[in-house]
C-alpha cells in the first residue's frame, strides 16, 4: 500500500500551486482478500487493492466536487483541476461549508494482520454445519473477505484525521428445497474483528436458516384485515432507514415537507422506542470517525423512549435551516431491547404476521407505505401457522413507531447493527 501521508503532502502541495484556498479531501488505501464459494466448493481467492480520492473545493460561496482513484501525481494534478472547475461553474449558495478545525487524531480499529488460514477454516466449518443441520438449505454462494483500509481526511481549517482499520465479512446466499418445490433466496452476513466464535452462531445465520426452511411449503393469505406484524430486525432497519428519509433527513427538513419539522423535543412515538447511532459502541466493528462534512464523528440518539431529540442533518442542511448539524453520517444503528422475548410476543398477537423484509416504493410524504411482505409467517391466535406469499402491507410510517406494542429482549448484532423484534400494531395484511 502507498504511504498515504507522502501522498497527502504531495496533494496539499498541489493544491497551495494552484492557489487553492478552500478545500477538503479524503485519500482512501485498501485492500481486500476475498474468498468465494460456489456450491460448496471454493472456487477464487483473491487479493485486490483499491485507491480513492475525494475532493470538495470552495469558492466565492461556491462547492464543487471531484473524485478518482489514482494516487499519481498527474492524477492529483487532474482532480484538483476538476475540483478547481466544479467549483467555478456551480451556484452560489452560502450554505455550503465544512467543519471547523477538528485537530489531528489517529483512528484504530480491529485488526490489521488476517489470520486466513483460520478463516478459511470458519468458513468450512459453517458450510458443514448448515451441510449436517439443514439439509433442506442450499448454499448457493459464499463469500468471505479481509478488509484493510488505510484513509487520511485534511481540510484548510486544519482538521487531519487517519485511520486504519481491518475485519472480516463473511456472507451467505441461501435457498431450501423439498419435494421439488423451492424457496426464493434468503441471506446472512456478519462482520467481525476476530474469529473467536463460529460464524453460524453470530448475527442472524441460524434464524435464517430456521426460516428459510420453514418457507419451503407456503400459503396464500385470504383477504383483508388490519393485525399485528412482527418486524424482524432486517425489517426494522428497513423501516426505521424509511422513517429518517422521510422525517428527519436533509431533504424533507430543506423543503419542510417533514411531518416531524417542529417536533424536537415532543413524543413522536412509543416510549418503548430508542433509536441512536453508535459507532463508538463496542458491538460495532469498524464504525464510522469522520463524517462527510469533516467533524469527528459523536455518538448520536434519534428517538430516545419516543421523544425526537434531533434531526438528521448535514452541515449543509443545518446551514440552510438553521438547525443543528448532527455529526454523525453512518448506520451504525443501535436500538435498544425490550423486555418480552419473541417468543412471548408472537404468543401475544392475535393475527399478524411475522415480517422478515419489505419490498415496495418509497413511502409518501405523509409516511404512507404499501409493499409486497418478505419471507414473512402468518400468525393467529398466538402461533405461527404458516409460510405466507403474495401478501401486501400498508400503513403509515410516524403512526406505526407510536402503535410498537413490544420490543423484544432479543438483539441481533452482525458487528453493523445491533437490532431487535418489533411488534407494531395497525398494518393493513392483505392476501388475495
Known amino acids: 500500500m502507498n504511504n498515504i501521508r507522502e501522498v497527502a503532502d504531495l496533494f496539499d502541495n498541489i493544491l497551495k500551486e494552484k492557489n487553492v484556498n478552500k478545500y477538503t479531501y479524503t485519500l482512501v488505501n485498501s485492500e481486500k482478500q476475498e474468498i468465494n464459494v460456489e456450491n460448496g466448493e471454493f472456487k477464487l481467492m483473491r487479493t485486490v487493492f483499491d485507491k480513492y480520492t475525494s475532493i470538495k473545493v470552495f469558492k466565492d460561496n461556491k462547492m464543487g466536487s471531484a473524485s478518482g482513484n489514482d494516487f499519481s501525481k498527474d492524477a492529483l494534478i487532474n482532480l484538483a483541476e476538476a475540483g478547481v472547475s466544479a467549483a467555478e461553474s456551480s451556484p452560489e449558495d452560502p450554505c455550503h461549508d465544512m467543519a471547523p478545525d477538528q485537530g489531528k487524531e489517529v483512528f484504530r480499529q480491529g485488526l490489521y494482520e488476517p489470520d486466513m488460514d483460520k478463516f478459511i477454516d470458519r468458513i468450512q466449518e459453517c458450510l458443514d454445519t448448515i451441510k449436517k443441520e439443514y439439509p433442506k438449505v442450499l448454499v448457493m454462494s459464499a463469500v468471505g473477505s479481509y478488509n484493510k483500509s488505510n484513509w487520511i481526511s485534511r481540510n484548510t481549517n486544519g482538521t487531519e484525521f487517519e485511520d486504519f482499520s481491518g475485519h472480516y465479512n463473511f456472507y451467505i446466499q441461501i435457498s431450501a428445497s423439498e419435494d421439488g418445490i423451492n424457496t426464493g433466496i434468503s441471506g446472512a452476513g456478519v462482520c467481525v474483528d476476530n474469529l473467536d466464535a463460529p460464524f453460524i452462531e453470530l448475527g442472524n445465520f441460524r434464524k435464517s436458516l430456521e426460516d428459510i426452511c420453514n418457507s419451503i411449503h407456503t400459503k396464500s393469505l385470504e383477504g383483508k384485515f388490519e393485525g399485528t406484524v412482527i418486524l424482524t430486525p432486517d425489517a426494522v432497519q428497513q423501516f426505521l432507514g424509511m422513517l429518517i428519509g422521510n422525517y428527519m433527513s436533509d431533504g424533507v427538513i430543506i423543503d419542510e415537507t417533514s411531518l416531524w419539522l417542529n417536533k424536537v423535543g415532543e413524543q413522536v412515538a412509543s416510549d418503548k422506542l430508542t433509536i441512536s447511532k453508535k459507532p463508538f459502541d463496542e458491538r460495532i466493528v469498524c464504525g464510522e470517525r469522520g463524517t462527510q462534512d469533516g467533524f469527528r464523528t459523536e455518538d448520536v440518539t434519534l428517538i430516545e423512549k419516543g421523544v425526537l431529540k434531533t ?86 410510517l410516524g403512526e406505526i413507531v407510536k402503535n410498537i406494542r413490544d420490543i423484544s429482549k432479543e438483539q441481533i448484532c452482525d458487528g453493523s447493527s445491533v437490532v431487535p423484534y418489533i411488534a407494531v400494531s395497525g398494518v393493513v395484511i392483505s392476501g388475495k
Open 311 to 396: 434531526h438528521s442533518l448535514s452541515l449543509y442542511a443545518a446551514n440552510k435551516t438553521g438547525r443543528p448539524v448532527v455529526k454523525n453520517t453512518g448506520w451504525d444503528l443501535i436500538v435498544e431491547p425490550g423486555d418480552k422475548s419473541l417468543e412471548e410476543m408472537i404468543k401475544s398477537v392475535d393475527k399478524g404476521l411475522i415480517m422478515g423484509g419489505y419490498s415496495g416504493g418509497e413511502p409518501g410524504t405523509n409516511g404512507e407505505f404499501s409493499g409486497v411482505a418478505k419471507n414473512s409467517f402468518f400468525i393467529e391466535n398466538g402461533e405461527v401457522k404458516y409460510a405466507v406469499s403474495e401478501t401486501m402491507v400498508n400503513g403509515n
